[in-house]
């Protein structure tokens, strides 16, 4: 059931806020024990979280509009109070004083924490594998990964463990695993959400976003955490449009460019792109005009953000010392000591391999040559979607090269583990939005997804493109979600 949906039976008094919690962690504590889409289970909170709404709806009150429905949370994102832990070791005993932004935004109308979702530790990786805390299942099938870095908040919404989820998104963390496991993710414009209280990795690519089972229910989530916030500098002062209002209206007229250079790559299995084509064919047939573009640049991003991304990670790590917070070695014998042991001790193998590089990308006799250079080839990445969107209104293009790979598959081949983020990075690098819908299955029924990508601060254009394909094609029609599934 949609949010709307959900808020016509709590209305009716079909179902109590209370139920719907009560529903969820019934079914956590029946499927999560395998999956592990939670680090953390809120339930207590959760509950008493619903019975305050409950009370209020009870006695006339006007309720917010996500009143009592449960909603994960990535575990990067900071929660006053309940441990976040960014799956890593070193974050193991954290307890935020502070909420984050999007958090508060989150419970101000009326959404309940049902619990914090698992991770690649801090947001580094495309599969899942890499939370100090275990891996997540994808719900589609067991034995292949949920996607990256968002994995746990995926899956949990591809298995029916919460209504929504919120993951962050720095080179495709949200979009890739919502392809994986077949549900809505949406990567917002950089400044339209607060990265307040998102723990951080990369600080000009980081962006907090939904994922949702509906184009609808992840529009109104973004609602929810859009706008400016004073404690985040990044965060752009301009009005957020009302999202819902214009996922009716038809797209017809609209121009939707076809990215060339998406399907050119031999890494591309022929699953997507077939299915990739024909979600055109049907926006085609909705009345839009296929176009197709070239953005020259499009497969440098893969090189010039694995420059950039631990460049900043390796300024942003290096806060945790063992001194002010976090995990502390204990078998150190000098305040060096202490440090170098809490760090070789507390991060995981993929988070000290991009430490590292971005280290040295950052050192002296090195900078100009890759760091200065790929922040040149980012702004020539940015301008080749600034011609494409002078000619198109939307961007069409896989969300992943293949469908989810099998665990261990590619966990000793980092590079190839980097080729599945291929086709979201672009935008992260332009700072641009986009979406990845559900479009289709490969032979072994694994779920495809769609990327339409916006010009800047335009989410309204493509979550109304992605909400008219999601009606058209209805591409769970003759295919059950996982219903479950060991």
């Given amino acids: 059931m949609t949010f709307a949906d959900l808020r016509q039976k709590l209305k009716r008094g079909e179902v109590s806020s209370k139920e719907l919690v009560q529903e969820k962690l019934k079914r956590i504590n029946e499927l999560d024990p395998k999956l592990n889409c939670y680090l953390s289970v809120t339930g207590e909170y959760a509950l008493l979280q619903a019975e305050t709404i409950d009370t209020k709806r009870s006695a006339g009150e006007t309720l917010p509009p996500l009143a009592g429905i449960p909603i994960g949370i990535k575990d990067n994102l900071c929660t006053k109070g309940i441990k976040t832990t960014c799956a890593s070791r070193i974050l193991g005993n954290f307890i935020p004083p502070y909420e984050s932004t999007v958090t508060e935004r989150l419970w101000n109308s009326g959404a309940v924490m049902i619990g914090k979702t698992n991770l690649d ?53 949200i979009r890739q695993p919502a392809s994986f496991c077949g549900v809505v993710g949406l990567k917002p414009t950089y400044g339209r959400v607060s990265r307040w209280g998102l723990i951080a990795f990369a600080s000009s690519l980081d962006q907090v976003g939904p994922f949702a089972s509906s184009v609808s229910d992840a529009a109104e989530l973004l609602q929810v955490i859009s706008g400016k916030d004073k404690l985040d500098s990044t965060s752009i002062d301009i009005p957020v449009p009302n999202y819902l209002e214009n996922l009716s209206k038809s797209i017809k007229g609209l121009k939707i460019g076809l990215i060339d250079n998406c399907f050119e790559h031999e890494g591309l ?46 300024a942003n790590l290096a806060r945790y010392d063992g001194v002010k917070y976090g995990f502390r070695s204990d078998k150190a014998e000098s305040l060096i000591s202490m440090t170098s042991k809490s760090r070789a001790d507390g991060f995981g193998s993929e988070v000290k391999r991009r430490i590292l590089i971005g280290t040295y990308a950052l050192s002296a006799g090195y900078v100009d040559a890759y760091y200065k250079k790929a922040q040149q080839v980012r702004t020539l990445i940015r301008k080749d979607f600034d011609n494409a969107f002078q000619k198109v209104d939307v961007l069409l293009a896989p969300t992943a090269p293949t469908t989810a790979f099998e665990f261990g598959e590619n966990i000793n081949n980092p590079m190839a583990m980097y080729l599945s983020d291929l086709l979201t990075i672009p935008a992260n690098l332009a700072g641009l939005p986009a979406i990845s819908i559900p479009c289709g299955f490969d032979k072994n029924g694994l779920p495809i997804g769609l990327q339409l990508i916006g010009n800047v601060f335009e989410e309204d254009r493509i979550l109304q493109v992605a909400n008219q394909f999601e009606i058209a094609a209805d591409v769970f029609k003759n295919k059950k979600k996982p219903e479950y599934i060991f």
């Fill in 269 to 314: 299995s022929s699953s997507v792109k077939e299915s990739v084509l024909k979600s055109a064919s049907v926006l085609e047939s909705l009345g839009a005009e296929i176009i197709n573009i070239s953005c020259p640049r499009f497969n440098d991003g893969i090189a010039t953000y694995y420059l950039i991304a631990p460049s900043e990670a390796s």
């Fill in 121 to 173: 530790e801090f947001a580094m990786g495309s599969s899942t594998e890499n939370s100090a805390f275990g891996p997540t299942l994808n719900p589609w099938n067991t034995n292949n990964v949920p996607g990256g870095s968002s994995g746990g908040s995926a899956a949990a919404v591809a298995s029916g463990l919460c209504f929504g989820a919120l993951g962050s998104d720095t080179g495709g963390s």
